[in-house]
């Protein structure tokens, strides 16, 4: 079995071929689900593509083979740390100009659980509209920036930045919602990258 369909068995998807019996046993939200997994469900069901990584070594690992499925050959990236990692991938990066990227690697502010979205300012964004950004976007977050909802995201929001507001904060979806009275985000090929909280002996 390949690397990207163990992966995404993790988030419910069994491999290429699903059906639409498979895809509701697979991403119903059950009881005792826990916010990780409402998120890697729902964003499943909207057609987007969630992968967990436990240790660094699975990140590369993925990044690799998630880029190599989407014949993304040219990343557009502005985050250092994120930089990096691409680099330890050995893949190539742009960080001025994206017209000729083929998707757009970032971190976000929050991912909203019960409605598979990607919460971004323009701490990621920079000056750029994400409209015009590339279609395929791939997330790299943290199991601490799961919230249940928009309300709790922009919360957050405010309590981290205080009195110094980013001044873009939109969402992005990668299909429209069910819930009818939602504002909508702007709709982009999702890719959600799910790493531990963690730090290694001797990190401050």
Known sequence: ???????????????????EENEYTHCKILKGDSIDVVFAKTLVHNDGN?????????????????????????????????????????????????LN????????????????????SSKQLGPNNIKNLPQEHIIVAYTSQIVKNLNEGMSGINTKYVDNL????????SNQPVEKNIVE???????VLLIEDYREKGEK
């Open 1 to 19: 079995m390949s690397l990207l369909n163990k992966l995404k068995i993790v988030a419910g998807m069994k491999g290429e071929k699903r059906d």
């Open 50 to 98: 969630f992968f967990y990584c436990d240790k660094k070594e699975d990140l590369i690992k993925t990044i690799q083979a998630l880029t190599k499925k989407l014949n993304a050959n040219l990343i557009y990236c502005t985050e250092p740390i994120l930089q990096e990692l691409l680099s330890k991938s050995l893949i190539n990066y742009e960080n001025d100009d994206y």
């Open 101 to 120: 990227c083929d998707a757009f690697l970032s971190s976000c502010e929050y991912l909203i659980a019960h409605h598979g979205k990607i919460m971004l």
């Open 166 to 173: 980013p001044s873009t904060i939109t969402t992005i979806t």
């Open 185 to 191: 985000g702007n709709i982009k090929n999702l890719s």
